[in-house]
């Protein structure tokens, strides 16, 4: 299957194709739902795609390196280093640098998207409370949000790029806020809290209340308000970012539709164990998933080949519209 992809994208040199495979090997081992989701794109648009996590992927593995003996100025260090690579163009030995680079040139991405990147990346090295939801904004613009943008060429649009950026940026935010939701042990554990402290002292709640609302396994009162309020604020960034599909191109719309609603669900699971967060981790069940994704197959085939095909017996093709 690599190579049907790497064949329809058009990617010939032996070096550079080894290149996007170990980025898709990445991105099967480490992003599991994302990478599912690539399945529902054409088979072009995937190497792209698979490149671009591989990158993320790479700088996130600095930041969060489980080693104790890495510090924060190691990991600068290491993260600086990429980052010099990048804007050199230096693809010795790194697959990942080399399939970005090929993409971000194929597909005319903009540097500034990578250094936006970046730049909330290094913020994760110190910066382990937010104070106000501006200030989580600026993180969540170069950690998530740009990543939607970097998508948005590959995807392709069926009106002007910048009338479809607000939504592929809005989706890539909405995703991290879940992330945020659904990690919250997970980030304490690192000493990071992703959530406004103003928004939560507004039900009574800071850090301290989370930390013993993880220690002892349990969201009091107060948490399960100040999150259900988060949620109410992300889910309203998914009903604008729905708005953007029908500005993608129609072989894109199946993948992003399917991954929105898998993803927007992970709030409907935290809200059905009832912000019990802490010392458990709210999934979407494999057979949702499942059955999700292969409608999803079914939309993305039509919406790729539909047009080629004449419907039998005079039924109509199915729609490929993210409300059908």
């Known amino acids: 299957m690599t190579r049907t992809e790497l064949d329809a994208a058009g990617i010939t040199d032996r070096s550079l194709r080894r290149s996007y495979e170990h980025c898709r090997a990445l991105n099967a081992q480490h992003g599991k739902t994302f990478f599912l989701a ?11 795609v698979h490149a671009l996590y591989g990158f993320a992927r790479r700088a996130d593995d600095i930041i969060d390196d489980l080693d104790p003996r890495l510090g924060t100025a190691e990991r600068a260090s290491r993260l600086a280093s990429l980052a010099e690579k990048f804007k050199a163009g230096d693809v010795i030995g790194d697959p990942v640098l080399a399939a970005v680079l090929h993409t971000a040139d194929r597909y005319r991405i903009p540097d500034d998207l990578f250094d936006a990147f970046l730049a909330s990346m290094r913020m994760d090295l110190s910066v382990t409370d937010y104070p106000d939801r501006d200030t989580l904004n600026r993180y969540v613009y170069g950690s998530a949000e740009v990543i939607g943008l970097q998508l948005l060429p590959i995807l392709g649009t069926t009106t002007a790029e910048q009338e479809a950026a607000p939504y592929a940026a809005a989706l890539g ?4 806020l879940t992330n945020f939701l659904r990690d919250i042990d997970e980030d304490l554990a690192r000493n990071r809290v992703y959530l406004p402290a103003d928004e939560l002292a507004a039900h009574g709640v800071d850090r301290e209340r989370l930390i013993w609302c993880s220690r002892y396994g ?11 309020a988060q949620h109410e604020i992300t889910r309203r960034i998914y009903d604008f ?3 953007g599909i029908e500005r993608l191109a129609p072989r894109s719309r199946p993948c992003v539709a399917t991954a929105l609603l898998l993803y927007s669900e992970i709030l409907d699971r935290i809200e059905d164990i009832d912000f019990e967060v802490f010392g458990r981790r709210a999934t979407v069940g494999a057979r949702r998933r499942v059955r999700v994704g292969a409608e999803g197959l079914l939309r993305a085939w039509w919406a790729r080949n539909g047009r080629q095909l004449q419907s039998p017996n005079g039924f109509r093709r199915l729609s490929t519209s993210p409300g059908a």
């Not at 935010?173 to 991290?176: E, P, Y």
């Open 38 to 48: 690539t399945r529902l794109l054409a088979p072009d648009q995937r190497p792209g």
């Open 218 to 228: 349990h969201a009091d009162i107060r948490v399960r308000r100040a999150l259900a």
């Open 173 to 176: 935010k909405a995703f991290q």
């Open 241 to 243: 970012a729905r708005r």
